[in-house]
């Protein structure tokens, strides 16, 4: 299914984009999740709707960075590069939801914690750009994607 010249080789450089996503992701859910503790911004309109696509987001990050390290380690299956594949379009899927109830958040904030959301955003948009970096490098691999559509979610 994959050409084996990529195989056991080169996958360092996409486990790195693939845990600066996630480590974006995690700042994201941080910050997002602390606003459940401030009383000005506990009932924020959007950020229930935001995490609704943050966890499988996370969900989705978190199993691609693991793949990545089993092919760093040698792993050579093609079900473990199908699978971190697959979880890179599920989380691109779920990063469109993100982003649109971040916006809501921001919109709905008052003007104390404007600033705030405007990082969750710039945290959102780091998560997305390093996450299309290892899916671009990937490609430029021979490795293919299932159709990101985001009507249905892959198996994982």
């Not at 945290?123 to 159709?147: I, T």
């Amino acid at each position: 299914m994959y050409p084996y010249y990529f195989r056991g080789n080169g996958w360092e450089p996409i486990l790195g984009l693939l845990q600066q996503s996630l480590y974006a992701e995690e700042m994201l859910c941080a910050i997002s999740s602390e606003l459940y503790h401030i009383p000005e911004t506990q009932d924020l309109k959007g950020n229930n709707e935001m995490h609704s696509h943050l966890v499988p987001a996370s969900y989705h990050r978190v199993t691609s960075v693991g793949s990545a390290s089993r092919l760093v380690s040698g792993e050579q299956q093609n079900t473990v590069i199908v699978t971190m594949a697959t979880c890179i379009v599920n989380a691109e899927n779920q990063d469109k939801g993100v982003r649109e109830w971040l916006q809501v958040m921001e919109n709905n904030a008052e003007d104390p914690y404007r600033p705030k959301m405007r990082m969750l955003i710039q945290w959102q948009d780091q998560a997305e750009s390093y996450l299309r970096q290892a899916k671009n490098a990937l490609q430029s691999m021979g490795v293919s994607f299932p159709s990101d559509s985001a009507d249905q979610e892959q198996n994982y």
